[in-house]
Each structure stands twice: as structure tokens, then as C-alpha cells.
């Protein structure tokens, strides 16, 4: 399985010519789990040197040290996600059918391909999107006419406050994790790039020690690397090994009432079930 699945990020990362190339060689290597190997190891050297860190400064309210009052830091991400692709497409307004760009000559995207009659501009939907083979989504057309600028680098998350991790709602945690660590070849000033690493590592040494995070706010969206008309908000999280992960918080219009289980916290249990209950945990 775990071949199965470096074929398949070797093959969307490399493209058809190049990945049936690396498949010729499979008859010389008749260990699976060395060919496996193999992927891997050339499918993280590739990343490695086509993909850039993203720049980022996390800024406090207060000096942290003297008159400093930011910890400048590089962002990547802690993994590769296989997404399944949603393709753009035109469809007909009458009967919803898209038109197959590979069999469809230009001068035929104006008529419908059921019933062949001619189309108007209104009779087109140029907001549909493809997914698979025989599932097509209609997208709202402002969606296509979006021009959202890039976030000019190095990103400014700013500090709202700490939280406790043990209180932390996991199910508004939301997108991709991102491994965040000290900037250190970026900064003109070596003085201050060993400070800087020093400030990354005594706070990622406290908020560990605390059981705390801390809540940040931007006006980037991260997993698309664009400026929002709204702010973002994020959780750093330390870890014991001295780096940190920053994941996106859901907002309040993006989260769900939560069931009310007041009627269910109200049924007095037995201490006959909690110790068959706890018993059986064990064994797990």
C-alpha cells in the first residue's frame, strides 16, 4: 500500500513521461520494499529542492527582549496531500452537460452538446467545476473572478493571547498542519539571527512547560498563501523537540452549534458499569 501510494505523489509531482521512465527500472529491482525506498527517497529530494519555506514573523503586544518584540520563523508543511482534482469547465445552462474539451473544437463551444442548437452568452455556465468523470458543481460566478493578491513575504501572524491546551476545542482546528522553526540564513544581522533562535527556542521551552499555545491573527490564508478579506486565526503549538506547528482555527460563522447533552450528563450511572467499563479498557 505504502508503494502504491509513492507511485502515486511521484506521478502527480513528476507527470506521465518521467514517472514511466522511473517504472523501467522496477525490473532490475525485484525487492518491493527497496523500490519503495527508492520513491521515497527521490520524491523527497525532489521536493526538497523545488519547494521554498514560507517566511513568516509571529509579533507580540510586548518586547519580548530590549526592543524586540517579534520572532521571525520559516513555515513548511508537515506532509504531502493527495487532493483529488476539481477541473474548470463549461457546461450548458439547458441540460447541465459539459463540454468535452478533448473532442470539441472551439467554434462548437457555443452550441449545446445534446441537441446541437446554437447558445447565447447567458446560455453558458463558465463557473462549473468537474469532479470525476459524472459529478459537476456549480460554483458562484464571483468564485472565478477573484483576484486575490499574493501575501507579500515575510507574513505577519500577531499574538492575541496564550490557551490552554487541556480546554482546546480540537474540532475547530481546521486545514493542513505546518512545521514552524527559527529563521536563522534569512536575517542580514547575525547578532540578531542567534537571538532569534534563542527567542524561538525559550518560548517553545515555556508554552511546553505552561501546556499552552498561543492564539494568533493574520490577514493570510496560509494554505493558499493569499490575502483575506477578513482575519484568519491560528494556534502555534510547542513540542519537546523545539519546533512548533501552527494550524488554522475555525472562525465563529464557520462553526456548527454544538448538541446539547445536558439531558444526557443528567443520567446517574452506576459504579457496576464504570468498573466493568474501565475494566474492559484495560484490555485494549
Known amino acids: 500500500m505504502s508503494t502504491l501510494l509513492g507511485f502515486t505523489s511521484l506521478y502527480n509531482f513528476l507527470g506521465e513521461s518521467i514517472f514511466?521512465?522511473?517504472?523501467?527500472?522496477?525490473?532490475?529491482?525485484?525487492?518491493?520494499?527497496?523500490l519503495s525506498g527508492l520513491v521515497k527517497k527521490w520524491?523527497?529530494?525532489?521536493?526538497?529542492?523545488?519547494?521554498?519555506?514560507?517566511?513568516?514573523?509571529f509579533v507580540f503586544k510586548i518586547n519580548l527582549l530590549g526592543s524586540t518584540n517579534q520572532i521571525s520563523c520559516n513555515l513548511c508543511t508537515s506532509f504531502n496531500q493527495i487532493i483529488d482534482e476539481f477541473v474548470p469547465c463549461k457546461?450548458?445552462?439547458?441540460?447541465?452537460?459539459?463540454?468535452?474539451?478533448?473532442?470539441?473544437?472551439?467554434?462548437?463551444?457555443?452550441?449545446?452538446?445534446?441537441?446541437?442548437?446554437?447558445?447565447?452568452?447567458?446560455?453558458?455556465?463558465?463557473?462549473?467545476?468537474?469532479?470525476?468523470?459524472?459529478?459537476?458543481?456549480?460554483?458562484?460566478?464571483?468564485?472565478?473572478?477573484?483576484?486575490l493578491q499574493k501575501v507579500p513575504l515575510p507574513t505577519n501572524f500577531n499574538v492575541v493571547e496564550r490557551t490552554n491546551l487541556s480546554s482546546l476545542d480540537e474540532g475547530i482546528i481546521l486545514g493542513a498542519s505546518y512545521i514552524v522553526t527559527p529563521a536563522f540564513s534569512g536575517l542580514d544581522d547575525t547578532d540578531?539571527?542567534?537571538?532569534?533562535?534563542?527567542l524561538f527556542r525559550v518560548l517553545c521551552g515555556i508554552l511546553h512547560s505552561l501546556d499552552q499555545g498561543l492564539v494568533c491573527?493574520?490577514?493570510?490564508?496560509?494554505?493558499?498563501?493569499?490575502?483575506?478579506?477578513?482575519?484568519?486565526?491560528?494556534?502555534?503549538?510547542?513540542?519537546?523537540?523545539?519546533?512548533?506547528?501552527?494550524?488554522?482555527?475555525a472562525g465563529s460563522e464557520e462553526v456548527f452549534p454544538v448538541p446539547d447533552i445536558?439531558?444526557?450528563?443528567?443520567?446517574?450511572?452506576?459504579?457496576?458499569?464504570?468498573?466493568?467499563?474501565?475494566?474492559?479498557l484495560l484490555k485494549v
Open 217 to 249: 491573527s493574520s490577514n493570510c490564508n496560509i494554505e493558499t498563501a493569499k490575502q483575506t478579506s477578513f482575519l484568519c486565526y491560528y494556534i502555534l503549538l510547542p513540542s519537546e523537540k523545539g519546533v512548533m506547528i501552527l494550524r488554522r482555527l
Open 20 to 34: 514511466l521512465f522511473l517504472l523501467s527500472i522496477t525490473n532490475r529491482c525485484a525487492d518491493a520494499h527497496a
Open 43 to 57: 520524491f523527497q529530494e525532489l521536493k526538497e529542492g523545488l519547494e521554498e519555506q514560507m517566511q513568516a514573523r
Open 262 to 280: 445536558t439531558n444526557i450528563a443528567c443520567i446517574p450511572v452506576s459504579k457496576d458499569i464504570e468498573s466493568s467499563l474501565q475494566a474492559s
Open 91 to 147: 457546461s450548458c445552462r439547458c441540460h447541465g452537460i459539459p463540454f468535452d474539451n478533448s473532442r470539441t473544437n472551439p467554434t462548437d463551444m457555443s452550441s449545446c452538446p445534446v441537441t446541437g442548437v446554437k447558445l447565447g452568452v447567458l446560455d453558458l455556465v463558465d463557473s462549473s467545476v468537474k469532479i470525476g468523470e459524472h459529478t459537476i458543481l456549480y460554483m458562484p460566478s464571483f468564485q472565478c473572478c477573484q483576484d
Open 192 to 198: 540578531k539571527s542567534e537571538l532569534n533562535v534563542k
